[in-house]
């Protein structure tokens, strides 16, 4: 089942912070965030691991709360460059196809000067 | 450099032909996935395959096959069976369950 993020859209002043949610109705093994400029392919920017740490790519981080089966990323002071698409993809726990990835519909964010 | 590629670029196709997307990569990666993206949307798997000579259907199969014979190359077909196939198509791989690394992607239009 697909994940769900939020919000839909996002437009933030450079410098500003945002937070993107994923969030899924069945148990997770894993979060992956892909981030997705106009017209390439997705880049990769971290995962989580059920039971692991909060993680960190530049000014990008992202948490995984195993009780609500949700994970968010936080960029701070974004930039320019944060522009773009981002997508969670989620794995889901106990399951023996490991590499699946049901991705959310995505958020558009949009870095203005 | 290692990488993965996707080609062609574009395609063009008529209906009720089919058309064969190609994808490699030397990354010596085992797992190989193929996502279908059509505009506002998220990713939506395809096929997928963990080893050579084995695949998995995705959460939407139908129209579409693959093969995965040697470990470099992991060929899509989108056959006349497929309704509505103009979309762009994203194949990537990955080490087990790990980050996948995709390739620039193929912008199919059937015409």
């Known amino acids: 089942q697909q994940p769900v993020q939020s919000p839909q859209a996002v437009i933030l002043r450079e410098g500003e912070d945002a937070v993107i949610n994923c969030s899924s109705s069945?148990?997770?093994?894993?979060v992956h965030w892909y981030r997705q400029k106009h017209g390439e392919a997705p880049v990769f920017l971290m995962i989580?691991?059920?039971?692991?740490e909060q993680m960190r790519h530049e000014k990008i981080s992202a948490s995984f709360n195993e009780k609500k089966q949700q994970s968010s990323l936080y960029l701070t002071a974004s930039q320019l460059s944060y522009s773009g698409t981002y997508f969670c993809?989620?794995?889901?726990?106990?399951?023996?196809?490991?590499?699946?990835?049901?991705f959310g519909q995505g958020t558009i964010l949009t870095v203005h000067p | 450099d290692g990488g993965i590629t996707q080609s062609p670029k574009y395609l063009f196709r008529k209906e009720g032909q089919n058309v064969t997307l190609s994808c490699e990569q030397n990354?010596?990666?085992?797992?190989m996935y193929w996502y279908r993206q059509d505009p506002g949307q998220g990713l939506r798997l395809i096929y997928y395959?963990?080893?050579?000579?084995?695949?998995q259907k995705g959460d939407i199969a139908e129209g579409y096959s693959v093969s995965r014979e040697k470990k470099e190359s992991f060929p899509l077909t989108v056959t006349s069976a497929q309704k509505n196939p103009t979309a762009f198509y994203l194949c990537?791989?990955?080490?087990?369950?790990?980050?996948?690394?995709f390739g620039p992607g193929t912008r199919l239009t059937v015409l």
């Open positions: 990537a791989s990955s080490i087990d369950d790990n980050e996948q690394f």
């Open positions: 069945k148990a997770l093994y894993s």
């Open positions: 989580l691991l059920k039971g692991g």
């Open positions: 993809g989620t794995a889901l726990a106990g399951g023996t196809s490991y590499g699946k990835l049901t």
């Open positions: 990354l010596n990666h085992d797992a």
């Open positions: 395959s963990q080893i050579v000579n084995d695949f």
